[in-house]
């Protein structure tokens, strides 16, 4: 190893293997490294800012997890992978730029990076993984581009100050748990290449009021509504086949549901949780009487024809 003051380099001089707890303040790296490696700056809480060389080309899980005083930090674009968690539990990080390069945001990789304000993700991200951004409760805004056709579970779960999300063509599935406890939603746009909405996606987003669910969607998980205590009214396209159990729990306010389905079926069923006598149905017009004379649906408050 090559020990450069606090700093620990391999032989080869292309990896930062290790940091000292103690270093403080402002840090720049020496050129000539490729990789940060895994837990380097763990837990550094004295270190407020870096500058990285633009000869890195990776950094590595944990790298950075839990320095608690970086406020800002700068990704050259010669780097091309951020690994696991490296930014997690960060909590004085405002703002942070992921390089064109990077095509994964690894899981949990800025968790709890509690007052992030923005972040900016690039046009090559093709995934975002698993609790990517989850509990960073200061952040406003996303945009996911349209190259981006997966993010995993629980992935912006926490953001409770999360207000505007924009969501391109090419995104397929709204993930377990995608936006659970993202309390200042108030509504979304859903583009129509997403195919499911799976458990638990807006779990106690308490000031979402409404929701037009498209009719590239063809499955509603359980719970996917659980406790929205302000949604007044939802969409339901006929190409959705299949809503979960508890979808609507604790929905106190819904009082519409546009259905476009035909002919009544069993898309809405008992233990969604909707109370039936306080909302009112709209169906395609031609379908009113099928839905008036049916034994479940004929206990909503009013059928109406949705014109």
Known sequence: MINNNFLEISNDGNTLVK??????????????????????????SQLTSIVIPNTVTEIGSYAFE?????VSINIPDSVLRIGESAFKGCSS??????????TTICKFSFKDCKHLE????????????????????NLTEIVI????????????????????????YGIIKLSEGLFKDCSNIETLFI?????????????????????????????????????????????????????????????????IIHLKHQSPNNVLKPRLGIVRSKIKLYVPPESIERYEEHPY???????????
């Open 19 to 44: 940091c000292d707890k103690s270093i403080a303040g402002n840090l720049v790296l020496p050129n000539g490294l490729t990789k940060i490696g895994p837990i380097a700056f763990s837990g550094c």
């Open 191 to 255: 583009p129509n290449s997403v195919q499911s909405i799976d458990a638990f996606a807006f779990e106690c987003c308490a000031n979402l009021k409404t929701l037009e669910i498209p009719n590239s969607v063809s499955s509603v998980g359980e719970g996917v509504f659980f406790f929205c205590k302000e949604l007044t009214s939802i969409t339901i396209p006929s190409s959705v086949r299949e809503i979960g159990d508890f979808a609507f729990k604790g929905c106190r306010n819904l009082r």
């Open 118 to 137: 923005s972040v900016v993700i690039p046009s090559g991200i093709t995934k975002i993984e698993e609790g990517a951004f989850m509990g960073c409760s």
């Open 93 to 102: 990080l405002i703002s942070i730029n992921i390089p064109k390069t990077v």
């Open 66 to 70: 839990k320095c608690t005083g970086i």
């Open 145 to 168: 581009p349209s190259s981006t056709k997966e993010i995993g579970v629980f992935a912006f779960c926490g953001c409770n100050k999360l207000s505007k999300i924009h969501l391109q």
């Open 297 to 307: 649906y004929g206990i909503f408050s009013k059928i109406i024809s949705d014109e």
